[in-house]
């Protein structure tokens, strides 16, 4: 839904409700977001092994809030993921929209520095005469790729447990996915699709290494990812499987290269 139609659906919506007409089904408000539950364990696909960086991963959080941040690694190389929280949402129930969107930057960071996962919590908050929605934790994975085999093949990924596209991000780059669904059921948040923004690009600042630029122009974020058919013999930490909500996960690729220069 683009944001035109979001707009005039909204400005529906509103004189539907200000008339008595939507009660049930409807929901407007915004949706905060943070990360939590990050993992220290997993394995590096492409023959990479498996790492255990109880001891030895580096990574931060912040939120809750429109905004939330995880990032990983060792610095200059962190990766790192921001995800912007849809601030106005009109919609009904069971009709598609964007939660949010998720940038993700692909830095190179020591093997042993990397956590293996996080999961991203998202919370609604209501207004008006708006209904509550419950709390969605979305699992998150990271699946490290060694290098060598081309950019497109080495490019790290974003994928969610049980949709059929993931979001690839080549080296040193970073990419925007847009995590769209709708509120069904309880009611509860239902992902449905991850796609890319294809005009949004974003690099290190040159400037600052703990920095991240983002610029946008026609076409420049297909330099950065693009979306594909989710790998189905990723490995995946056994400690995802006891998170969860719904059947949901995130698995995010990111390549880094052993600390032994």
């Known amino acids: 839904m683009n944001s035109l139609t979001q707009t005039v659906a909204g400005a529906v919506i509103s004189i539907l409700t200000a008339c008595g007409v939507v009660e049930a089904g409807f929901f407007q408000g915004s949706i905060t977001a943070h990360f939590e539950n990050p993992v220290l364990q997993g394995s590096v696909a492409a023959g990479g092994g498996f790492f255990n960086n109880t001891a030895s991963a580096h990574y931060s959080t912040s939120g809750p ?13 962190f990766s790192q993921i921001n ?3 849809n601030q106005n949402v009109s919609t009904l129930s069971d009709t598609p929209f964007e939660f949010g969107t998720l940038t993700y930057y692909n830095g190179t960071s020591a093997l042993e520095s990397l956590i293996f996962g996080a999961t991203l919590v998202l919370d609604f908050v209501p207004t008006g ?11 998150l994975g990271i699946v490290t790729t060694l290098n060598g085999n081309g950019a ?9 447990t049980g949709l059929d596209r993931s ?9 925007t996915g847009i995590l769209s669904g709708s509120i069904i059921g309880d009611p509860i948040f239902m992902p449905l699709t991850l796609t890319l923004d294809p005009d949004t690009f974003t690099i290190l600042d040159p400037n600052d290494p703990t920095q991240l630029q983002t610029f946008r122009g026609p076409g420049i974020g297909d330099l ?15 400690t995802l499987a006891l998170v969860g909500l719904g059947g949901f996960g995130l698995a995010f690729g990111a390549r880094r290269r052993r600390s032994a220069a």
């Not at 209904?131 to 699992?139: A, G, H, I, K």
């Open 167 to 175: 979001l690839f991000v080549r080296e040193n780059l970073g990419a």
């Open 224 to 238: 950065a990812g693009f979306t594909g058919p989710t790998p189905s013999a990723v490995p995946e930490p056994s």
């Open 65 to 77: 809030g429109s905004v939330a941040t995880l990032q990983w690694g060792s610095a200059p190389g």
């Open 152 to 160: 497109d093949a080495d490019a790290d990924y974003v994928s969610v």
């Open 83 to 85: 995800f912007f929280a």
């Open 129 to 139: 005469s708006s209904q509550s929605v419950d709390t969605l934790y979305l699992p």
